[in-house]
């Protein structure tokens, strides 16, 4: 990937490898433009994130190897923040960074792509799971506070699917996607779990390129090895479908690339 914005650190306590070890296999996969956008800390669901205590050494981090690192390759720094209603912080939503990438784990305070939580699946109405689901992406897109939607499609991860149309319960959350001026991410950690393919579907991301929907690319790596997995299998997907420019991010100011 020339792209690579969605990457973790240990400090969100489900990932491995230091972030120089990430940024060494950037480099032999010869992206130019690198991101971390570690989990971002919150007041719900403390065990999958950093502390507040952390931002400041994480941001820190990062502005250092993006200095030690600056003649070979560009490191950019973010955050990925769940969008969960009266769970935002101030102090993450205006931090200094390049991107904030908006990404939704959780269904009234069901995360919905935890393991641990998978049995709910059979209690639960499919289709209503969607159609909340793709609520709480379009809310995310309005509230005007992210550059990047998180895996779009993330509710397939383990293969429960609707009985609609998908791509008429994702059409709302694609018109805030695009009124936001939001750029959607080409995940590959799909092609790592159950569903077996990229955030998000084809059809999904033939939508997007007909709503003029810009894309970026993330390798979504929670260890070293991760990152640049599945490259060649996203990047044909993103030319089957159109695409022929990804964005990266300095200061939330929006670049265009070739790929």
């Known amino acids: 990937m020339i792209v690579d ?6 400090r969100c306590n489900h990932a491995e490898g230091t972030p120089q070890e990430y940024i060494k296999q950037a480099l032999t996969c010869k992206t130019k433009f690198f991101g971390f956008a570690d989990h971002a800390p919150m007041d719900f669901d403390p065990k999958y994130r950093m502390s507040f205590h ?13 200095e030690i690192y600056r003649d070979k390759i560009t490191i950019l720094l973010g955050y990925e923040v769940d969008y969960l209603e009266n769970h935002m912080d101030k102090r993450v939503l205006e931090a200094d960074v390049d991107y904030l990438i908006g990404s939704v784990h959780f269904i009234e305070k069901w995360g919905f792509d935890n393991p641990e939580f998978i049995g709910r699946y059979e209690s639960e109405n499919i289709d209503d799971i969607w159609k909340k689901y793709f609520l709480a ?7 005007g506070y992210f550059d990047i939607v998180g895996h779009l499609d993330l ?14 319960l994702a059409h709302n959350a ?15 950690a799909g092609y790592r779990k159950p569903i077996g393919e990229a955030y998000p579907s084809k059809e999904l991301l033939e939508k997007a390129f007909k709503m003029g929907i810009p894309i970026t690319f993330a390798s979504d790596a ?9 490259n060649d299998a996203i990047t044909s997907l993103a030319k089957e479908v159109g695409y022929t420019e990804c964005v990266y991010f300095i200061k939330k100011q929006k670049y265009f690339i070739n790929f």
């Open 5 to 10: 914005l969605h990457n973790h650190t240990p």
């Open 54 to 66: 952390e931002m400041d050494s994480y941001e820190k981090e990062i502005k250092t190897l993006q």
């Open 137 to 143: 992406v379009e809310n995310m897109a309005k509230s």
């Open 155 to 168: 509710i397939k991860v383990f293969k429960f699917m609707p009985t609609c149309n998908i791509t008429e």
């Open 174 to 188: 694609l018109v805030a996607i695009k009124k936001a001026d939001m750029v959607l991410e080409l995940n590959v």
């Open 222 to 230: 929670h260890t070293p090895q991760q990152v640049g997995l599945y």
